[in-house]
């Protein structure tokens, strides 16, 4: 299957700082990739909708202004958490379909990036 | 999808066993549904699909049921191993919106030697 990659795999940062996390398509195009966030013990939740080439759509209650996510090419999107705070920690996971494969497909997931804010 | 908090629903099943792992979807008009497996500190990993036009289908020990008459879905495990231990989610792909999927609460699946 398709691969997903995600960097880091985790990290931690101080409190007011930013953190970008990037996710790669290795071996398809995506022009759409999504962002979840999973809290421990909790399910996935969707918090955009990142398209290569304009402006990511954000779920409601989603903080564009501090979650910022760039799309710049097929192969990559990446999203920031803007001035970081301990309620911000939590699995980021990035999700991507094969703009070959069309509809009613899979998505396949990248590992997730364990951040801790402290 | 539904949200269940802090506690995720547990099966224990004892290796060997069958499992069969539920889940209630929450919109009628979804046309594609996908079973994940998530082992701890990992992304969701893709098990099997199944378009609305079907109520069945199978994979290797696996098979996945689609009831949307009461909007359910269920995930079969035949012969279940060691390895199977992890949180399983359904996830729903509601119509016109490609790709955004809806994960349902999930279930921990504990196998017992």
């Known amino acids: 299957g398709a691969v997903v990659s995600q960097h880091p795999s985790w990290v931690i940062c101080k409190s007011g700082t930013s953190v970008k996390i990037e996710c790669r398509s290795l071996d398809f195009q995506a022009t759409t990739m999504f962002w979840y966030r999973q809290f421990p013990k909790q399910s996935l939740m969707l918090m955009a909708t990142s398209n290569e080439g304009s402006k990511a759509t954000y779920e409601q209650g989603v903080e564009k202004d501090k979650f910022l996510i760039n799309h710049a090419s097929l192969t990559l999107s990446t999203l920031t958490v803007t001035s970081a705070h301990p309620e911000d920690s939590s699995f980021y996971i990035c999700s991507a379909r094969d703009l070959a494969r069309g509809q009613g497909t899979e998505a396949f997931f990248g590992q997730g990036t364990r951040l801790t804010v402290v | 999808g539904e949200s269940v908090g802090l506690h995720l629903p547990t099966l224990s099943v004892q290796e060997g066993d069958n499992s069969i792992i539920n889940c209630a979807y929450s919109n009628s008009a979804s046309d594609y549904f996908i079973w994940y497996k998530q082992e701890s500190g990992k992304g969701p990993q893709f098990i099997i699909d199944?378009?609305?036009?079907?109520d069945k289908r199978q994979g290797q020990r696996v098979t996945v049921l689609l009831n949307k008459t009461v909007k359910h879905l269920s995930l079969q495990i035949a012969a279940t191993q060691p390895g199977d231990s992890a949180v399983y989610f359904c996830a729903e792909n509601p119509p016109d919106s490609w790709g955004k999927l809806q994960f349902g609460a999930g279930t921990q699946v504990v196998v017992t030697p």
């Open positions: 199944i378009r609305s036009n079907m």
